[in-house]
């Protein structure tokens, strides 16, 4: 042992087991030189009377050394450090020197690049008001219970290669789900699971869209789906939406001129206007696909969020003609961190589409997959839903109401029938970049209308997610808007007023 | 209560609390009708008493009821079934009957199809030669404890949008790994998390190649390599590989030839035939890489598997130039259903990835890559490599001498230095499909070297891993392949001897 002293320092409160302790501190002086290849290790029962613990928890400490190759036994003769030991250091190739970091400069050319839009609601805030959902009421405890289920009890084979369209179970449970709660005639064949919406939609951009294929896509929309959907070199065909939604007329106005791939829409609470696609126009869209034989893109990122009267089902439960390809996700039902979305559509296209989702990256997280299908098929998900619908509705109308008294004639609110934001019409003399910018410096985020437009043109219209924050949080988020928003409006001079914006539609049309 | 009997069957053996049991069997009767809207329920005593449990259990229930929305207390007259109820059944907005089915004809045209390399390593079955790690070593208790901890602790932070390049922990845990073992001069900055290779090389296809691009890759190589870099328009170009790995006069011809965009490479363990880059033809590729101003995308898939002498640091360690994107992932070293990879390159390529990886999939998994990195902070990850990998060694020497004495002459093995599977050269009479289905029907799946070229040309060779499967394991895998063996041996007669094939270069210059 030559002089190895016996002294494992060693603390039985500590959360790590005390064999793992002594097993740690042993292989941190073999590391560092103080026990070398070759020296012989004190019996277990010598060295746990040293530092007084029971023999079990020495061999146990063994044990573990011994599996990492630290020591090894040899039979009868005892145990000693081992001759090669693990992590042996690595060999340069050429006697070159370590460039003291990365160059950044002389290298190969890069490839034209692309700006994606970056939600200024990706801000981490003291009140961000994206519309995004509360995760303080994500069901945690059960999600934490599920995945550890999930990776014990199937930890071999979830933890492995599986289907690129995802675990059969959630499959199942989202199917499930899509046909008792959404009228979706569909089973597990018809799904495919995603990396949230915006995986969903770069798998259907590659699967579906070709260079200079026409997209047609609602104006003011949704920019990242309008930036993935184009990613293949599709053409976007920016779509007029007043207060029944995408406009028809304009939609096969358009359809007439030349042949259209696909038209990308938001029916139940359009994104970022929160109206609602009437039943004429839904009659009316499935017609034209049919009629000009292009796909429809159903986004139904907030279908469970409705608060007045029924919720109206998708586009995708009266297809009769394998045109709607769905798409949902689970990141507004539990949480956008998950990244869990789906399409479902007709076999062809989820055969078509399950390709390119296995190119682009492989196939899902099962574990969490498996686990978030235990937590539907025990209805966990649809009480979680429930529940936070009651309270979201509550902040929709206590935000409304706020708005109303706090910031009087400067905007013009009107309720939503569901979704987690208010989109709301701001007077023509507040400067709102301004006000969004000093609103910002105050803490609070928020989304303006113009990042949603395709056209240019202006979008006199402010998006206020109300559904992320408690009443009192709501409540000071407003004050600090109102205390903002003088400035915002005696700083400048009233602008001229816009002519005629794409949402005027909206007000023309309500 | 019209006769509503208080009967609600508990059962306090179940794993779900009274409170929940109790809420579950009113809810259910409010939602089959036992229990109408406006009715009166019991008062908490009164059904405690009839159900025989303690009143606050009673309220426990009733509060949770009344928070999803099924029950309402009005203060002072008691509490009643709600008069408006959660899930409103949605309405249909058209007068059509829902499909039987989504349709599969008689919609829009699909555009041309791709079918990526499904591997036969894809299939279950006993005895799965696929190399992959094996399963069963991960350490899924301390995964499912940090995963946990991750949503417990951080759980508003992780289950929200957050930074495409990867959780900053990750990023930083990750960065310092590289640089601590694998002499990369890096930092966080230099880093992007991905989902696993695919994710990673889909990210770099988007960001780096561009129609009509040359791309030149290992021949034999990895074919889903191949398909995803070539997926936006990259035209492929196969280099030979011999016992020296990549054959860089080749690459130089043709680089003299044509301006090559990129060189794909896996240089530690070549995949397939896990041979190592020759330290000469090392430093030739840097050279030509800064020469033709081209990227090397270097895939250290397996980089911890080395058993013999010190394993060779990445071609990204000696990247002065800042030409080589170096791509990594936890798959082989934790599980591959984790799906956690990553890019390291210079900070111009990685700000510009960022934005594909945006818009591919938005961001990563944050509660996983926050476990994860827990993970890698506290060593669990390098303690689970290194134990690992001595049972993988102990496996590869295993295996080698069963193949030997059971195969006889029918293989010809060479012992790899790393990796977690052998590459064999396969004696000329024996038919390699038809072994390999008769393997497969015995339950024994593994890779046959066709499945690896890029031009056509027959490769004589199987791959076998044996990182998978426990040593009793893989002697009744061996005792399969004898068994079919025989039978693709002396059922055909034996093919003309091939040409000179891909791999014949191999054997040549070894």
Known sequence: ????????????????????????????????GRLRPGDVMPGTR?????????????IAAYDDLAAEGWITAENGRGTFVSRVLPDPRPRRFAAITAPSAVADTGAFDLADGIVVDACP???????????????????????ARAWRRSIERRGRHVLSYGPAGGHPRLRAALASMLSAARGLAIDASHLLVTRGTQGALAV???????????????????SRARQVLSMTGACIVPIPVDAQGLSIDHLAAVAEEQ??????????HQFPTTVTLSTARRVRLLELARQ??????????????????????PLASADSSGNVVYVGSLSKTLAPGLRLGYIAASRRVIAHLLEYRSLLDTQGDQVLEAAVAELLEDGEVQRHVRKVRRIYHARRDAMAA???????DAVSVTLPVGGTALWIRVAADVDIQQ?????????????????????????????????????????????????????ARSRTSPPALPERTAVDDLTAAS
């Open 1 to 32: 042992m030559r002089g190895w002293d016996f002294s494992v320092p060693i603390d039985p409160q500590a959360g790590v087991p005390l064999f793992a302790q002594i097993s740690r501190v042993i292989a941190a002086d073999i590391r560092r």
């Open 46 to 58: 010598t060295l746990a009377r040293t530092i007084g613990v029971n023999r079990n928890t020495v």
């Open 121 to 143: 609601s990706d801000v981490e805030a003291p009140y961000n008001l994206a519309g995004w959902p509360d995760l303080r009421l994500v069901p945690t405890r059960a999600l």
């Open 204 to 222: 259907i951009a590659h699967g579906l869209m070709r260079t200079g294929d026409v997209v047609a896509i609602e104006n003011p929309g949704y």
């Open 259 to 268: 042949p259209i791939r696909a038209v990308f829409v938001t029916p139940h």
């Open 292 to 313: 000009h034989r292009f796909a429809i893109i159903e986004d139904d990122y907030d279908h469970e969020f409705h608060y007045d009267g029924r919720p109206i089902l």
């Open 402 to 408: 706020l708005l109303k008294s706090e910031l009087g």
């Open 435 to 487: 006000w969004s910018r000093m609103a910002a410096a105050q803490g609070v985020i928020f989304d303006i209308g113009d990042r949603f437009s395709f056209d240019g043109r202006p979008v006199p219209y402010i998006r206020l997610g109300f559904a992320g924050l408690r009443e009192p949080e709501l409540a000071e988020a407003v004050q600090r808007l109102a205390a903002t928003l003088t400035a």
